[in-house]
């Protein structure tokens, strides 16, 4: 099952992925992290099906923070893409769109990225915050 979240900021991104990691019904699940201009797309993919409660309870934490999203054609195909194994790097280049981590999101990465794009703009955009 896929779930397709999107967030204002980083540290709604930042949160939500701390908190499905340390839930252990969702383990080797896959997420995808894509940074837009006007905030974050986080899709988790699950590997096994979760129960009816765990699907209430992770559903009602997600929409704390973010809102369900239905990606437009050109993500479908990011996403698509991802999953057919090839590399975030092609990806990023084809689509033109900011594949910040597949896979296993390790905070480290997003706050590197943030960084990054920070320091290339010499601000802080809203959606980096």
């Known amino acids: 099952m896929d779930y397709l979240y999107f967030f204002a900021n980083a540290s709604l991104t930042l ?38 409660g765990q699907q209430v309870n992770f559903r009602a934490f ?21 999953e057919t194994g090839q590399s975030p790097i092609d990806v990023m280049r084809r689509y033109q769109v900011a594949v910040v981590s597949h896979g296993s999101p390790e905070p480290k990465d997003i706050e590197a990225f943030r960084q990054q794009f920070t320091r290339g703009l010499g601000y802080c955009p809203e959606t980096l915050a």
């Open 62 to 82: 997600m929409n704390e923070l973010g809102i369900s999203y239905q990606p437009e054609m050109r993500l479908q195909m990011v996403f698509w893409s991802l």
């Open 15 to 52: 949160r939500a992925i701390e908190h499905l990691q340390q839930m252990t019904h969702l383990q080797g699940s896959i997420m995808t992290v894509v940074h837009k201009i006007d905030g974050w797309i986080l899709k988790i993919k699950l590997r096994q099906p979760i129960t009816s």
